[in-house]
């Protein structure tokens, strides 16, 4: 059942290319395609164990190529599968608002959709890593083509960088995978970890084989695997394809890239670069942080001089995810826990900000701040969800970017040194790398973004009623809208806004079902061998006279 969820949205692509599929029934497919993958989704998040939600669920494991050691092998843990709940939720939003935006080569538009909302859905469900980077490299490919056909002015020189971007950082982090499958079948024999001395790329065995490598080798597969999702995340220096993507990119484009296809870079950190390399990741989340911080403080101030409302949202991004990546160097369940939220809470709350403008540049051909302005008077229900929606991006309290910020940022003040020890849900004795001085540079970005996206809000919904004078040209063949949202757009924003309500008002739902996957990746990095997060005793080396103590996470006290 899990697999029908890529399986669904790639027949649906199928049967589009079919030539006796009309241009009219196109959409009438897409939507069906994407409408679909609910039933297999709501019936797995039934039978869905969530008290155990660290442990991979409905796991499937058939043959591909044996000689070679490969396998399609899928299964779905409680991160994963929000994610895929996510992606899911995301895909017949898209296509719906797609209906009058897109006009022009409309079977090739909702052939590559589709493809790209498969691909994405198996990046989450795939525990082999090949396969995994089939599916991670193979979700280019629409983009690519959504971009360059149905982009901006500048759309081809975006979709290039876009693709030389992403697809070198990929490789590279396809190099330090493979090593750490060559060093497992190498260096390592049954006797060291069950899989040592044969050729796997199960996920869950190369874990096991890289706790074995030196701490020298962990840093340069760290490096590799950093490099290339880092580039996808993206994390500052590395961000500067996505802002021109964004902005050519068409709506739909846009919302997948935000919502769904930023996280990709994200999870690959916390399910290969942390779990993978333990110890070079406390290592080097110094230098991590900081990039984020440097990020977040950046892009926050690139965002306050910008006139181009889609590239300020893009730019707010780089921000937002350096909060993200931040709390998963904390290395502690607030800040892991409010990572994961924000990839969640990010997706819902941007990809309804750029549905909103696609809505308005479909009326009026134009983003920029100087020739749009007070536009409640003419597009009252438009504005009221940007107000919503921008404050849900701000960290408005009550709404859901505020819960996903303040455990990031919980988090990492809880990582100092003189913290760690006292924190709630911290381990008794470890020693983190972090602090609040760090906590305290990050925090400004909360400021600045409220300041960036209020002046946009206050710019464009309130003061003077300010149209661009052009609007109305004959070369926009496009149908006719209504002067405010239509029933149709109200609708695509409903499910999203009633989202970020849920998710503000009670985060329980959500943080009770990443609390175990949150513990195990937390426990993982604290008892890898030689960890410097330990507690002094646990690092201490154990005398031949002495029994070898229980590992820390046998103790239910301790583990709770």
Known sequence: MLSLLVIIPLLAAALIAMPFVSRTRVVSVAFLGTLLPFVPLVMLASRFDWTNGGVDQFTSKSAWLPDL?????????????????LTVLLGPICIAASLTAVTKRVKTYYFWLLVLQAAMCGVFMARDVILFYVFFEFTLIPMFVLISLYGSTNRRKAAIKFFLYTFTGSVIALAGLVYVAWFNAT????????SGGQWTFEVAALRAASQQMPAHTQAW??????LGFSIKVPLFPLHTWLPLAHTEAPTAGSVMLAGVLLKLGTYGILVFAIPFCPLAAVAYSVFIATLSIIGIVAAGLICWVQTDVKKLVAYSSVAHL??????????NAAGMQGAILYMINHGLSTGGLFLLIGMVYERYHTRSMK???????????WSTFMVFFAMASVGLPGLNGFVSEFLCLLGTFQAGPNWAAGAPGSIAGTVGTLGPIYAAIAGTGMIIAAIYLLYMVGKVCFGPLVEP???HDAEHDAPALPPDLSAREITLLLPLAALCLLLGVYPKIATDALEPAVSGRVRLVIDAPGSPLQPPLTRAPKTAAEPAAAPASSAPSESK
Request: proline fraction near 2%.
């Open 187 to 194: 260096q390592l024999t049954a006797g060291q970890v069950v």
């Open 221 to 226: 597969v760290f490096a590799a695997l950093m």
């Open 371 to 381: 020739e749009l302005g007070g536009l409640a008077a003419r597009m009252p229900v």
């Open 69 to 85: 050691g490969l396998q399609v092998l899928l299964g779905v843990d409680s991160i994963s599968f929000l994610l895929i709940a």
């Open 322 to 331: 350096g909060f993200c990546v931040l709390g998963m160097f904390a290395f």
């Open 469 to 471: 004078h052009h609007h």
